[in-house]
């Protein structure tokens, strides 16, 4: 591989990318600044002014916060890569740790600075984001000691959990020769799975209390609905989400026993007990409908090509040299690459990021049609009405935008793919 043309190759990707995201994310405030000043006709009856005009502030406040972060990113990214700072980080670390300690603790070492580095550079925004901006809109409930607590519990969880998991691809990467991202993808796809079974039971209930039902006439409909839809019955959860936010909420997760579906306690006090059943059928569609199957399946074809893909350029000094690095030359170089592939990579993923946005948005609309049957349509749009307000999410975003970033397809299209004519959207007095 030549170091010269991935060199250039990275570069045009990383500037495409950016400016790419800069002329989105300004078409998307324009379009939304240009609808600000009136509610869309179709929604006249439902959403006051006042919440269409913080949906609008509260969009545009985050787009403009997005925009820096992300060009301080990719000015990182540049740092790391051509502009040596991976090369430099790697001579300092391996000094530091390889003569006295060896190959893996140096590797395990690298990977845990550069991680190190990359948060400390990211906590301002992710303050600004927490205490700044969504202080500002009235969402964030978080206290200083909440977010500390947060990030010394996610830390510590990091390192227990994935430390070894990341020892153990090294050692996989160095132990089993030129098919190593073969082993390497068994182990983290068994790692995935049980990931998604312990995950809802182990690690959220970690920072969240997740409760059954306590209002005992709403948990027999949720039962029987559940039953209806042949989902057991045991999988309905109250998460104490307005610890942090006051952005609500509904998801499914989970695989096997870990299978759930949760609502935020924030969601779940705002809606009557029909539009919870409607949500609650949405989330079941998602099962219905296989979506996390799939995904996981996307996922894992997706990572089998990438880990492949990494098993040829490790072997390559081009790869190295082109992003900036140094190949070491009496110490392992896979964390090195590992570092490389994760950072050369998202440049150029950015352009097909599109089609899996494409595939979400259509997985949501399989799931509302699932709870039109078992629901009700006009229930599921009044509820979506309700989390839209609540999240100031805009009504009026850029179609383009939409099909770049949006996972949710919007407002608008969902209800029209209900089969409800705008016009015959609940009555204003459904929307306290
Ligand atoms: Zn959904």
Redesign the pocket.
């Known amino acids: 591989m030549n170091p010269v043309a991935l060199s250039l190759a990275f570069s045009a990707a990383v500037l495409a990318s950016l400016l790419a995201k800069f002329w989105l994310s300004n078409r998307q405030m324009r379009h939304v600044a240009a609808h600000r000043d009136a509610v869309p006709a179709a929604f006249a009856a439902t959403v006051s002014l006042q919440a269409h005009r913080k949906a609008a502030d509260y969009t545009l406040a985050k787009l403009r916060a997005g925009s820096v972060s992300e060009a301080f990113s990719g000015a990182v990214l540049i740092a790391w890569t051509l502009l040596g700072g991976l090369a430099w980080l790697n001579a300092l670390v391996r000094a530091a740790v390889q003569p006295r300690w060896g190959d893996m603790a140096y590797q395990l070492a690298l990977v845990g600075a550069f991680t190190l580095v990359g948060a400390v550079l990211d906590l301002p925004f992710d303050l600004y984001r927490t205490f700044g901006l969504e202080q500002r809109f009235g969402f964030n409930k978080m206290t200083p000691r909440l977010y500390l607590a947060d990030l010394v519990k996610s830390t510590l969880l990091g390192i227990v959990v994935l430390g070894p998991l990341l020892a153990l691809v090294l050692w996989i990467m160095q132990a089993s020769g030129t098919l190593w991202w073969l082993w390497a993808w068994v182990a983290l796809t068994m790692f995935q799975l049980l990931a998604m079974v312990d995950y809802p039971t182990r690690i959220a209930p970690l920072f969240n209390k997740f409760e059954p039902l306590a209002d005992a006439v709403l948990e027999s409909r949720v039962q029987a609905l559940m039953q209806r839809c042949g989902f057991r019955a045991k999988g309905f959860f109250v998460m104490d989400g307005s610890r942090r936010s006051a952005h609500a909420n509904a998801y499914?997760t989970g695989f096997g026993a870990g299978k759930r579906v949760v609502f935020f306690d924030t969601l779940l006090k705002r809606l009557s007990g029909d539009e919870v059943e409607a949500v609650l059928a949405?989330?079941l569609?998602?099962f219905a409908h296989k979506h996390i199957a799939k995904r996981v399946a996307l996922m894992l074809a997706f990572s089998l090509a990438g880990l492949a893909l990494l098993g040829w350029l490790s072997t390559q000094p081009g790869f190295f040299l082109g992003l900036g690095a140094v190949p070491n030359a009496t110490a392992p170089n896979d964390a090195l690459a590992l570092l490389l592939f994760m950072m050369g990579l998202p440049p150029f993923m950015f352009f097909i990021s599109p089609l899996f946005s494409r595939l979400s948005r259509k997985?949501?609309f399989e799931?509302d049609a699932y709870a039109r049957e078992q629901a009700s349509a006009t229930d599921l749009v009044r509820a979506l009405l309700k989390l839209y307000e609540d999240n100031a999410s805009t009504l009026t975003p850029d179609p383009l935008y939409v099909a770049f970033y949006y996972s949710?397809p919007p407002a608008a299209a969902r209800i029209a793919a209900l089969g409800l004519g705008l016009a015959e959207l609940p009555a204003a007095g459904a929307l306290a």
Do not use: N, S
Request: no cysteine; net charge negative.
């Open positions: 499914f949405h989330e569609g998602h997985a949501e799931a949710h």
